[in-house]
């Protein structure tokens, strides 16, 4: 024990004396915040601003960080790929002394954090080196992370396939990110995760989500004779709307897809806080017995067409 407690006495001290030598980080004086950043753990100046995108380890554990700068404020988020992927929310201080961090997960009510931890520590030459205390125990350990390139979500390289006897269904989606069944009010639901922490802090995740027999209220389509329209019933007049009521429609492997894209959005942090307008993906796939929803925020690209491709009913539960 006295020799662990040598180290970290040892690794305090040169953590001090790299933090004195280094060049001043303090930001510009400003009285101007920044809006529509994520997660919203902390108040974040116009000036100095950065973005980091992490690697390493956290005493034991393997973690990726994001970490956004700016002036003398700083929010992130780190999860271990190898555990549960649960993010862990981060928000503090940038000061010539060093950054410092109060870490935890977001709480029911989405307006506060349940604190885990405590993070501190020097980035200096593309490498953050520092200290982790767990929230009620004197049990300090090191944390040692590089700067990498952000990952990206364009869903290259390899897929995978998923299939469950759960699911009256099956699809294939890129094997770098993280799938999760879910539960939520009166039904339940698959979330696709990125591993670029960024965008998990911005909730840019894939859901899909299912129903039996037609389209739900939820999803906005109301059938009308052959055709289809998406919040609008059949007898209205919508050729003056700002937004298209008649959904895109093609089939695929004997389904039916439904884009129903064209619809106003908007984007909220993973935690709490409103981003702002956005843009996003909403395809409904009809299948025999019910229908499936593929929806992705922030995002327009043809990840969730490329998905939507991929999907294959099979025999329901």
């Not at 960080?65 to 981060?90: A, C, H, Q, T």
Request: charged share 20%; aromatic share 10%; proline share 5%.
């Amino acid at each position: 024990m006295r020799i662990v407690v040598n180290l970290l006495a040892l690794f305090l001290c040169v953590l001090t004396a790299s933090a004195q030598t280094a060049p001043s980080n303090e930001p510009t004086e400003t009285k101007d915040v920044q809006s529509g950043f994520c997660p919203s753990t902390h108040n974040l100046e116009l000036a100095p601003s950065a973005q980091y995108w992490l690697e390493g380890v956290i005493g034991s554990k393997t973690v990726k960080m994001y970490l956004n700068r700016g002036g003398s404020g700083i929010v992130g988020l780190f999860y271990e790929p190898n555990g549960d992927w649960k993010p862990v929310l981060l928000g503090g201080m940038w000061k010539h002394s060093g950054i410092d961090l109060s870490a935890g997960y977001d709480t029911a009510d989405y307006h506060s954090l349940n604190p885990i931890g405590r993070l501190q520590g020097q980035l200096t030459d593309n490498v953050f080196l520092g200290l982790w205390t767990p929230t009620g125990s004197d049990h300090i350990e090191p944390v040692r992370l590089s700067v990498v390139p952000a990952t990206g979500c364009e869903g290259n390289g390899a897929w995978k396939r998923f299939s469950s006897q759960k699911w009256p269904f099956s699809f294939s989606y890129p094997a770098s990110w993280h799938l999760v069944e879910e539960h939520d009010g009166p039904g339940d639901y698959i979330r696709l995760i990125c591993p670029d922490p960024e965008e998990m802090a911005y909730n840019n995740d894939v859901t899909i989500e299912e129903g039996i027999g037609q389209p739900s209220n939820e999803t906005g389509l109301v059938q009308c004779d052959k055709s289809w329209r998406v919040d609008a019933e059949c007898g209205e007049d919508i050729k003056d709307s700002l937004y298209s009521h008649i959904p895109a429609q093609s089939v695929r492997h004997g389904m039916i897809i439904l884009d129903i894209s064209d619809h106003e959005w908007r984007a909220y942090c993973r935690n709490w806080g409103y981003v702002g307008q956005t843009e996003g993906t909403d395809r409904v796939v009809l299948l025999q017995n019910g229908w499936i929803k593929i929806t992705r925020v922030g995002d327009n690209s043809d990840l969730v067409g490329r998905i939507v491709d991929t999907v294959r009913a099979h025999t329901a539960k």
